[in-house]
């Protein structure tokens, strides 16, 4: 699959729910209005979308949400993709989780073939952890990563950069992940989906951390890449590895190979535009596959060449009025 600006679409992500068992500050509202269970794709349908778009190239398949493994039944959607990996048509199945469930659940990932996955985590403090999450618990995150650790799985830690919550805390974040040996990646905050805050007052450039870092670790440019949206820097002192998502302040849209899939069967080909397809009806409609690859090719067709996010009024409303839980992190 290959877009209009030749970039080659090798990577899916897809949102399998839009619940969560958290309701981080920005990325939702504390009353969220989920989607009616009805509307959601069942597992095997998700099966037959997923396997379209591995045999259309996809080698890469990250399971998002909302939190993925809220949804029910969950593993036996991960069992069912681990076939792609065992015919070798995919090279990664992978996970972006909060890591509530992840105890309960990292030996079966692990048993399924997957091998690396990325937790979110924003702040080691448990009373902070609990007032950017609002229901969430450190310590039970930090037993879901041990065991995810010890059922053999790379842990990458992922944390958005809040100003005046978390900016003071990037150091000891990083020297502990990498202490344990993880990655850990920064994200700026995008402006998606309504929430209750302004997102003037939490967005923090990681051009700003990265100077504040640079003062007290070295870092040097990696050429190490992950197939995502991530610039790495090595650090000399911790001897691990930064990753830097930067969305707003430079452009990574260039080399873009990611389309997005809600749980209801609606293809984003941009995180930040509202351009969507509908993949569900041509699903429904026949059982063979024809629709759907047309669908697909269709939509790929049409993958704008970047996004426009910008956040410096403040008050301005957000740049795409979806969540990130609906189209997945
Ligand atoms: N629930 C899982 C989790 O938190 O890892 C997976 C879905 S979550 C939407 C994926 C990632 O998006 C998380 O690392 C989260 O911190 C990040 N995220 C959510 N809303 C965001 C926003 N408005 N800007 C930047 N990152 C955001
Ligand atoms: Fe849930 Fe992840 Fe959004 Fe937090 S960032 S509310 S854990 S979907």
Redesign the pocket.
């Known amino acids: 699959m290959i877009d209009p600006f030749g970039r080659s679409i090798s990577y899916l992500r897809v ?1 399998v729910t839009d619940r ?1 068992d ?1 309701r ?1 500050t ?2 939702m509202a504390e009353d969220m209005t989920f989607l009616p269970k009805k509307d959601l794709l069942t597992l095997e349908e998700l099966d037959r979308l997923c396997s379209a778009f591995i045999a259309k190239g996809v080698r890469k398949l990250r399971i ?5 493994l809220v949804r029910r039944n969950v593993m036996q959607f991960f069992r069912a993709m681990s076939r792609h990996l065992a015919s070798g048509a995919l090279e990664e199945l992978t996970l ?3 890591g509530s469930q992840l105890e309960k659940h990292a030996a079966e990932l692990a048993e399924c073939g997957v091998k690396r996955i ?3 985590v ?1 702040t080691l403090d448990p009373a902070k952890f609990k007032e950017i999450t609002r229901w969430g618990d450190l310590a039970t995150v930090l037993k879901g990563i041990k065991a995810a650790q010890a059922a053999g799985l790379k842990i990458k830690i ?3 950069a809040l100003k005046d919550f978390n900016e003071h805390e990037i150091p000891d974040l990083m020297r502990w992940a990498h202490g344990e040996g993880m990655d850990l990646t920064l ?7 309504e ?1 209750d805050i302004d ?1 003037t007052d939490q967005y923090l450039p990681l051009s700003k951390v990265r100077a504040d870092l640079a003062r007290q670790f070295t870092l040097t440019e990696s050429s190490h890449r992950t197939g995502g949206p991530a610039r790495y820097l090595s650090v000399a002192e911790t001897g691990g590895r930064l990753g830097l998502i930067t969305p707003l302040t430079h452009n990574f849209c260039e080399s873009c190979n990611r389309v997005r899939l809600t749980c209801t069967g609606t293809l984003y080909m941009c995180l930040g535009q509202d351009d969507a397809a509908d993949l569900r009806a041509p699903l429904r409609s026949s059982e063979s596959d024809d629709l759907l690859h047309a669908a697909i090719d269709e939509a790929v067709g049409r993958k704008p060449k970047g996004h426009d996010f910008v956040i410096e009024r403040r008050g301005e409303t957000a740049a795409v009025p979806r ?3 609906m189209t ?2």
């Open positions: 949102s969560c958290f981080c920005y990325c998002t949400g909302g939190e993925p972006t989780t909060n990325n937790v979110s924003d992922n944390a958005v994200i700026e905050t995008m402006p998606l989906g929430i997102r969540h990130m839980s997945g992190g």
